[in-house]
């Protein structure tokens, strides 16, 4: 018996002439927690359909436990004791909590009477050896995410299983509940069984991890210990790129474009004023609920503040909706890109122009086809968005070159403030730093910019200040080359 | 994607979907031959080009303006009801304001009155089935389901329920005219609707903007469109269109009443979706309109020619081609959908 609980080697896998893998290796330790990252597209999830049995390999080995596999059925990976845990966590929302334990061994077991006694023995055992607590009788829609996940995995856990493999779990959670969730992975690991974590998000890697493997365009690119991993050599592998961290700070001291005075939101917050100075990248930071959006989308016109006043350039102004915001010069990139900031089935020229129409048509509203052309040539260019037809659907794009679609459509509005609610959420590495850097040239070239953001390095990284928010006020204000993540996440929560 | 050429192809701002006007080309193209083979010696003759050319402008000109609420993300169930309030307005002025018999000079200036009152109460129609939906935010079938009843109930109380004939004869010569003794004046009123907004939805800021919100309405709102105005706008526009086509039924039957029609809203709502209007909203084009508009004609015509195939099948066909028609957008565009997201 070897001591590990996965072996493959060499795995080929094409799809219609594409190579999504080119030849990969993983090996998990029992008892390891291992962590697989890499950026979308470099192949991760395909490994994890070949382990389970859901694709079969062009080419290579797997050795599962100690037994090898030419082919091999999802049917053999569960037995095996190989589990995975979806992003979607493949969970039935109408049926309660114990019936989506129990159904597999219901099912497995060919059984064709219904025994509620027997289902709940089986639910109960399932949360029992988690220590988890649940209403059995509730259905699982009204759960939240993160118990959800918990039942995919009790559930896992229910086949005996020897390997979990959890592809993005932390995806939709809140930072304590990742915390619980990586509690309850060390948990498992005390019992033996081995764990596979797919992320991308290099803090987790570097918390929860033993061992590591990156992945790049269906090929390894390093594996190793975590501990002799640093922040700098993972972004190389993930990026093949390298990239600087210095913070950024405007070349000098530009006139206050936008200020808000005293300025209250029923239920949102309250009596908050700061300035804004061309040329700044200010960064917004705070839990959910402190009130942080709510201010930003009041900036840009969506909500009217209920006291106070908000000045553009030293004049008061009423901003009275979306297009008088936008007519001062204000632009807001919303946080979920696929629902509210761009229209996915919709070309890439429209979703650039969408909000410059009237200025691009002349009389009669009849649209000037060679200024839109022109237009969207230039953002193109200038943005460098991954496409040669810019007529194809915007969903076409990877997330990061949407998000540059988004911009995009602000910039070619002649902006003189741009505000950003999660930038990069969604947003692979190496696009994350290019939209920094976009970002910090656009500063340079005298934008003032707001940037919300949960994510402390990014915050940390990109801003020229810092304001963090608690509770519908402003905490504390803060100068990112002074200060660290963990004092920023004090402050947010009120702990310090 | 083979084409890596580096020379970006000029942008277009319509998505192109020109593959399914294509298809209904062909289609239309398939049951014109079809009609042409089976009854050669009737369905060539002038004539009865001249009774299509009279037949499909009234539901045409609905099955425009519907359309135009269904790229919104919409629906217009209250063209009909639209049609007839204002046809009715229209025909209550004359019978008031034109005495039996009297001289075309004295009419002609009365029949302007009416038909530009009957615009009006096409207009206010629809502005009002927008504002429900618009501002007050309710789900457009719900709205128009309410205003199609309440514009019909309006017209019923006026009219008792009656139909109101005898009509100056002046308005229904007007209506029945025909350009070189062959095109009938509702012909060139229809190619005149489809040309004007055809444009506007291809060439002007209008299209874009329909396009968009009806695609994303959340994010049209933080794109700074302006929401409820373009909505009103729209339903504004499908209760003139609806004005239009009731004036036109009303030179037809040189009458108005509350339930002309009634049978027009499905086929309006069949029209709209043959002719690849997505019925989320989002998509469509006047063009593919159109052709569906003359699909359906040539077919309804052609089963005129056949004394022994019962009306009563007239629905079975209908429903078969507009379900055929589904089945194979979805498969087509399915297929192309998957490949596109391959590439």
Redo the contacts between chains.
């Keep these: 018996m070897s001591d590990n609980i996965l072996k493959v080697e060499n795995i080929k896998k094409s799809?219609?002439g594409?190579e999504a893998l080119k030849g990969v290796s993983l090996e998990i330790r029992k008892g390891e927690i291992h962590c697989l990252a890499g950026e979308n597209g470099c192949g991760k999830s395909t490994l994890i359909k070949i382990v389970s049995g859901v694709y079969e390999a062009d080419e290579g080995s797997i050795e599962l436990d100690g037994k090898s596999f030419s082919r091999m059925s999802p049917m053999d990976a569960i037995a095996r004791g190989v589990q995975v845990i979806y992003q979607d966590f493949s969970v039935f929302p109408n049926l309660t909590v114990m019936e989506n334990l129990a159904l597999n061994m219901e099912l497995m077991a060919e059984r064709k009477l219904v025994s509620y006694k027997r289902i709940r023995a089986i639910a109960s055992e399932a949360l029992a050896k988690l220590g988890v607590d649940l209403d059995l009788e509730e259905r699982v829609e009204n759960l939240s995410v993160a118990n959800r996940q918990l039942i995919a995995i009790c559930r896992a856990l229910l086949h005996d299983a020897k390997l979990v493999i959890m592809d993005e779990p932390t995806t939709a959670l809140t930072k304590r509940e990742v915390k619980a969730l990586f509690a309850i992975i060390k948990r498992l690991q005390a019992e033996g069984i081995s764990i596979l974590f797919v992320s991308h998000k290099l803090d987790e890697v570097f918390e929860i991890s033993e061992r590591y493997t990156i992945f790049r365009n269906g090929q390894n690119v390093a594996t190793g210990e975590t501990s002799g991993l640093d922040r700098k050599a993972f972004v190389r592998y993930m990026t093949g790129r390298e990239f600087s961290e210095e913070s950024y700070r405007p070349a000098k001291q530009g006139e206050v474009v936008l200020a808000a005075k005293n300025l209250s939101l029923t239920g949102a917050f309250k009596d908050l004023s700061f300035e804004l100075r061309a040329g700044e990248i200010l960064g917004i930071t705070g839990l959910l609920g402190s009130g942080r959006t709510e201010l930003v989308q009041t900036l840009f016109g969506?909500y009217k503040p209920d006291s106070g006043e908000v000045q553009v350039r030293g004049k008061r102004v009423r901003i009275r909706?979306?297009?008088s915001?936008?007519r001062m010069g204000i632009g807001?990139v919303?946080a979920d890109r696929l629902?509210?900031?761009?229209?996915?089935?919709?070309?890439?020229?429209?979703n650039i122009?969408?909000?410059k129409?009237?200025r691009?048509?002349g009389l009669?509203?009849?649209?000037k086809?060679k200024a839109?052309?022109a237009e969207?040539?230039k953002w193109?260019r200038e943005l460098s968005i991954a496409t040669?037809?810019?007529?194809?659907?915007v969903q076409?794009l990877s997330g990061g070159n949407q998000q540059k679609v988004v911009l995009a459509?602000w910039l070619a509005n002649d902006l003189s403030v741009l505000i950003l609610n999660g930038p990069t959420v969604g947003v692979d590495i190496g696009s994350k730093y290019d939209i920094h850097a976009l970002l910090r040239s656009l500063a340079e070239r005298g934008l003032a910019i707001i940037v919300i953001s949960d994510d402390l390095p990014e915050v940390l990284a990109c801003t020229s200040r810092i304001l963090v928010m608690r509770g519908g006020g402003i905490a504390e204000v803060l100068d990112p080359a002074s200060t660290t993540e963990q004092r920023l996440g004090e402050i947010s929560t009120g702990v310090a | 994607m083979s084409d890596n050429s580096t020379a970006t192809a000029a942008p277009r701002i319509a998505v192109p979907r020109d593959r399914n006007i294509l298809r209904l080309s062909i289609f239309l193209a398939a049951v014109f031959l079809l009609m042409t083979a089976l009854r050669p010696s009737i369905f060539l003759m002038p004539s009865n080009f001249n009774s299509m050319m009279r037949q499909f402008p009234e539901y045409g000109i609905m099955a425009i303006g519907i359309s135009l609420t269904m790229i919104t993300g919409g629906m217009d169930l209250a063209v009909v009801g639209t049609a007839n309030l204002s046809a009715i307005i229209a025909a209550k002025f004359l019978l008031a304001e034109v005495p039996r018999g009297a001289p075309p000079e004295q009419a002609l200036p009365m029949i302007i009155v009416a038909v530009l009152l009957a615009l009006i109460c096409g207009l206010a129609c629809g502005a009002f089935s927008g504002f429900l939906i618009a501002r007050m935010r309710i789900p457009a079938i719900l709205a128009t389901l309410g205003t199609q009843q309440l514009f019909t109930g309006i017209a019923i109380v006026i009219t008792n329920g009656r139909p109101q004939s005898r009509l100056p004869l002046l308005y229904s010569q007007i209506g029945n005219t025909e350009l070189w003794d062959f095109i009938p004046l509702p012909f060139v009123i229809f190619c005149a609707v489809a040309i004007i907004i055809g444009l506007a939805l291809s060439k002007t800021r209008f299209g874009p903007k329909l396009y968009m919100l009806g695609t994303n309405a959340k994010a049209a709102r933080f794109a700074g469109l302006n929401n409820e105005g373009i909505l009103v706008r729209t339903y504004m526009i499908s209760g003139f269109l609806s004005s239009i086509a009731g004036l036109i039924m009303m030179a037809r039957a040189n009458s108005a009443k509350a339930d002309y029609g009634a049978s027009y809203t499905m086929q309006c709502i069949l029209i709209a979706v043959l002719g690849g209007v997505d019925p989320n909203g989002g998509f469509g084009k006047i063009g593919g309109v159109t052709i569906a508009i003359l699909i359906l004609q040539v077919l309804s015509s052609g089963l005129n020619m056949f004394e022994n195939v019962s009306n009563f099948y007239r629905d079975v066909i209908w429903g078969g081609v507009l379900i055929i028609v589904l089945v194979i957008n979805l498969v087509v565009d399915g297929k192309a959908r998957r490949n596109g997201a391959r590439a």
């Excluded at chain 1, 900031?341 to 890439?348: A, D, E, M, R, W």
């Excluded at chain 1, 009669?364 to 649209?367: D, I, R």
């Excluded at chain 1, 040669?388 to 659907?393: E, I, K, Q």
């Design positions: 799809f219609g594409v969506i909706g979306v297009k915001a936008i807001y919303p629902t509210e900031g761009l229209f996915l089935p919709q070309s890439i020229v429209r122009v969408v909000s129409l009237d691009l048509s009669f509203g009849v649209l086809g839109i052309g969207v040539e193109v040669n037809d810019p007529s194809l659907p076409t459509r």
